[in-house]
C-alpha cells in the first residue's frame, strides 16, 4: 500500500506579510505560489497598497500586523522599515507565530538580541532574510571553497541611489549582507574591523570601504557604495590552491587552479544551479517552521552580523579592534 502523509504533514502553512513594499510584495508573490504555503493576507499601514497586491494575489489586505495574527497564522513575514522590525516581530512572537525578519534584522543589538531571547522563550521559528546567500551563484563559490584554505575575500556591492531613501545607509543596508557572507563562508566570527566610510551625497554613509580578519585568520574586504551608474555584485575567494570568481548578477563562477611554476594555470567555469534566491529562502523557513528544526539562518546569526555593520560606523577610523571591544562599541 502507498504511504499515506498525515493531512498534518501535507496541509499548507498559514503565512502572512506585513509591509508590503518593495521586498514585501516580493515575498507575497512568491509565497503565492509555493505548494506548502497559502497566502492568506498581506497588511500594511497603506491601505491601498495592501489592497493592490491583495488583490493581485488572491489574499485579504489588512491595515496592521494585530489584525493579520488575527486570522491564525503559522507564520509571518516582516518586511516593514527597519526600525519596525522589533516591536512587530516581538508581537508576532508573543502571538506563538513563527517569523522571518526581513535583513537586518533589527536597528540595533539590543533589540536584535531581544527579538532571539522572545523566539527562544516561545519555542518558535524565528529566521533572518540574508536572501544572498541562496542565491545559486553563492552558493556554487560556497561549494567551490569546500575543504580549502581560505586566505582572503574580497565582496563588492554598488550600484545608484535606491529610488527611495531608507533611514540607514549602505553599511547597515548593503554591507550587512556582505558580512553575512564573510562569516558563512568562513565558519569563523569577524574579530577585527577597519572600516572608511563616507557620505559624498546622503545625510548618511553612501560609501564605505570595510576591511576584517576572521578569528580563523581569513582577510576580508567589502567595497560598497550608491555612487556607481551601474549594479555590480562580485565575490573573489583567494585560497591556497584556487582563485574563484563569482558574478552575483549574471551567475557566473570561475575557478582558477593548477598554478604551475611557469606563471600557467587552468580555469574553469562552474555549473550554477537555476533557482530563485527569495523562493529557496521561503522554502527554507517553511521547512523549519514545519520540522522545528534550525532554520537556515538564525536570529544569532543575523544579530552577529548586525553587530559587525554597527561597529563598522561606531568605530570608524579608529583602526583595527578586537571582538571585546566590537561589544563595548555596539552596547
Ligand atoms: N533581503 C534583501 O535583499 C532586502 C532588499 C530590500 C529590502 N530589504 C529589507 O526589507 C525591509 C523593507 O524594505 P523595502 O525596501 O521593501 O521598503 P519599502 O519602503 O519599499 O516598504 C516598506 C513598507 O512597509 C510599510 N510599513 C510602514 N509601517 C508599517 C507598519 N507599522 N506595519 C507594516 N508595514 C508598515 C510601508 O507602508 C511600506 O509599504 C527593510 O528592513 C529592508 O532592509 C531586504
Redesign the pocket.
Known amino acids: 500500500m502507498a504511504y499515506q502523509p498525515a493531512a498534518e504533514a501535507v496541509r499548507p502553512l498559514r503565512v502572512g506579510v506585513?509591509?508590503?513594499?518593495?521586498?514585501?510584495s516580493n515575498h507575497a508573490r512568491v509565497l503565492s505560489q509555493l505548494p506548502g504555503a497559502e497566502l492568506v493576507a498581506v497588511?500594511?499601514?497603506?491601505r491601498a497598497?495592501a489592497e493592490r497586491v491583495a488583490g493581485f494575489l488572491g489574499c485579504g489586505a489588512v491595515t496592521?500586523?494585530r489584525a493579520l495574527l488575527d486570522l491564525g497564522l503559522d507564520a509571518v513575514i516582516v518586511?516593514?522599515?527597519?526600525h519596525?522590525?522589533h516591536p512587530?516581530a516581538l508581537d508576532v512572537i508573543a502571538s506563538g507565530t513563527s517569523v522571518l525578519v526581513?535583513?537586518?534584522v533589527a536597528s540595533t543589538v539590543a533589540e536584535g538580541r531581544e527579538i532571539v531571547a522572545a523566539a527562544d522563550r516561545r519555542k518558535v521559528t524565528l529566521m533572518i532574510?540574508?536572501?544572498?546567500r541562496f542565491n545559486p551563484a553563492v552558493q556554487a563559490v560556497k561549494d567551490a571553497i569546500a575543504g580549502e584554505e581560505l586566505l582572503s575575500i574580497a565582496i563588492t556591492r554598488v550600484g545608484p541611489f535606491p529610488p527611495?531613501m531608507?533611514n540607514v545607509g549602505v553599511v547597515i543596508?548593503l554591507a550587512v549582507?556582505d558580512i553575512d557572507l564573510i562569516r558563512w563562508f568562513t565558519g569563523s566570527d569577524i574579530v577585527e574591523v577597519q572600516p572608511q566610510t563616507s557620505s559624498a551625497m546622503a545625510e548618511r554613509e553612501d560609501i564605505a570601504l570595510l576591511q576584517f580578519r576572521t578569528a580563523s585568520g581569513v582577510l576580508a574586504h567589502i567595497n560598497t557604495n550608491w555612487l556607481t551608474p551601474f549594479k555590480a555584485r562580485t565575490v573573489h575567494v583567494a585560497t591556497r590552491k584556487k582563485y574563484v570568481i563569482g558574478d552575483l548578477l549574471t551567475r557566473q563562477v570561475t575557478e582558477c587552479f593548477d598554478y604551475r611554476p611557469d606563471g600557467s594555470y587552468s580555469m574553469r567555469h562552474l555549473p550554477v544551479a537555476y533557482a530563485e534566491p527569495l523562493r529557496a529562502e521561503l522554502e527554507q523557513f517553511l521547512s523549519a517552521v514545519r520540522t522545528g528544526r534550525p532554520p537556515a539562518v538564525t536570529g544569532d546569526e543575523g544579530v552577529a552580523s548586525l553587530e559587525i555593520a554597527i561597529s563598522c560606523l561606531t568605530g570608524r577610523s579608529e583602526g583595527s579592534f578586537r571582538s571585546a571591544d566590537l561589544r563595548r562599541a555596539t552596547g
Open positions: 506585513t509591509g508590503i513594499g518593495i521586498m514585501g497588511a500594511d499601514p497603506d497598497q496592521d500586523h518586511a516593514a522599515p527597519t519596525l522590525h512587530i526581513e535583513k537586518p532574510g540574508h536572501v544572498e527611495r531608507s543596508d549582507h
